[in-house]
């Protein structure tokens, strides 16, 4: 699928192409599959090596990224708007014509091991990786770096494999905006791809998480600590009611969670949650970061808050709120690469893109009675909860 938007009064274009060959296709005991793929893949390409590869896009001043998510494979730049149509044939040429190079393919594995080893040091990222475990259904539940035991057993014949069964136009979404000529751009992508038939490969299926409480033991003075609960994805009509409630809780200084855990209480360092939407199910994920000794204190408190939604917002909760949205909207009308990356978003959630202007009606549209009607429906009574640290906490009612 081809998306574009025109924002013709930036000098910039970026592009974002989604390909459904992320890490929700690894197959048993082949976990980082995916990722290892998408490192190969931009190790040179139709006629350039690997070298030539990167130093075109530098050429091209294409600010490039490539990277492997739950559901994708995505690859993105933004670039002078003149270069767009320069850039769009490499692209195409990772895509259906990578030389998989077999003297890189352990460096390669070890740059995907590296990756895998640093988020280890991270026990923040652990910890939320472990929630998203125990919350989120398998395979959506992954993190795309997969487990080292895999990585060290897969063969290139394994990537080949991916590719030959992930790597289809069925489900791929090239997304462009900025200062472009749709009609050239479509042309171009018509010839670019129009001859690519591979057909789909298998699908997944859901399992569902174990749900519950989970510790991480972990000799350390500090205590991470998340939690999770359900909450209706971004194609379902309430989206933007739960997106208000989210925001309510932790957009902004004057949120409750930054007010109540950090600044009123002194609790902890960090603490935040957002919405976590994948196509299929959706999780209001908190998380927080404090030392060991007021750890108890810090997960109670966090339920606290989050049961108190049942009472509801209050209108200068919702006026907050909406002046940030409505200034990250403002942003997005100034990011060529932030509205390339929304559209292809919006399609792969809705199969429909979504204006700024109709995001901004949603925002206003937004009441106090509107979000506390949606509240009122939402489970807020059964949450799943990961602690790291070296003492296991209880989660009370």
């Not at 992508?189 to 997944?204: A, I, K, M, N, Q």
Request: charged residues 20%; negative net charge.
């Amino acid at each position: 699928m081809l998306l574009g938007e025109r924002m013709p009064w930036l000098e910039s274009a970026a592009f974002s192409l989604s390909v459904p060959a992320g890490a929700q296709f690894d197959p048993p005991g082949q976990l980082g599959l995916a990722n290892l793929t998408c490192e190969l893949v931009q190790r040179g390409c139709g006629t350039r090596d690997s070298r030539r590869f990167i130093e075109d896009l530098e050429y091209l001043g294409v600010d490039a990224s490539g990277s492997a998510s739950v559901a994708h494979l995505s690859f993105g730049g933004a670039m002078p708007a003149e270069h767009l149509l320069e850039t769009l044939p490499i692209y195409r040429d990772v895509l259906l014509a990578p030389h998989l190079p077999e003297e890189q393919f352990e460096d390669s594995v070890r740059v995907c091991q590296q990756e895998l080893a640093a988020v280890e040091d991270d026990l923040a990222q652990l910890t939320m990786q472990a929630l998203k475990r125990v919350h989120f259904p398998d395979p959506l539940s992954r993190t795309s770096l997969g487990q080292d035991e895999h990585l060290t057993t897969l063969t290139m014949d394994d990537v080949r494999n991916h590719l030959k069964t992930r790597f289809h136009p069925q489900g791929t979404i090239l997304a462009v905006a900025g200062q472009f000529d749709w009609s050239r751009v479509r042309d171009l992508v018509g010839e670019l791809f129009g001859d690519w038939r591979t057909p789909p490969g298998p699908s997944y299926e859901l399992r569902t998480g174990a749900g519950g409480y989970e510790h991480l033991s972990h000799e350390s003075h500090q205590a991470h600590i998340a939690v999770a609960f359900p909450t209706v994805p971004y194609r379902h009509p309430d989206y933007f009611q739960a997106r208000g409630a989210v925001g309510v809780l932790s957009d902004g200084l004057s949120s409750r969670l930054f007010r109540e855990v950090r600044e009123v209480r002194g609790l902890c360092y960090t603490v935040g949650a957002s919405l976590y939407s994948y196509r299929e199910v959706a999780g209001v994920v908190t998380y927080s970061g404090t030392s060991m000794e007021r750890a108890q204190e810090t997960l109670d408190v966090i339920l606290e808050q989050l049961r108190a939604l049942r009472s509801g917002i209050t209108q200068a909760e919702l006026n907050r709120l909406k002046v940030h949205i409505q200034s990250n909207l403002v942003m997005q009308q100034e990011s060529s690469r932030a509205r390339a990356a929304a559209i292809a978003g919006d399609w792969y959630h809705l199969q429909a893109t979504r204006s700024l202007e109709e995001v901004q009606q949603r925002v206003e549209g937004l009441t106090v009675a509107s979000i506390n009607e949606f509240l009122e429906r939402q489970p807020l009574d059964a949450f799943d909860v990961v602690t790291l640290g070296p003492q296991p906490l209880e989660v009370r009612e």
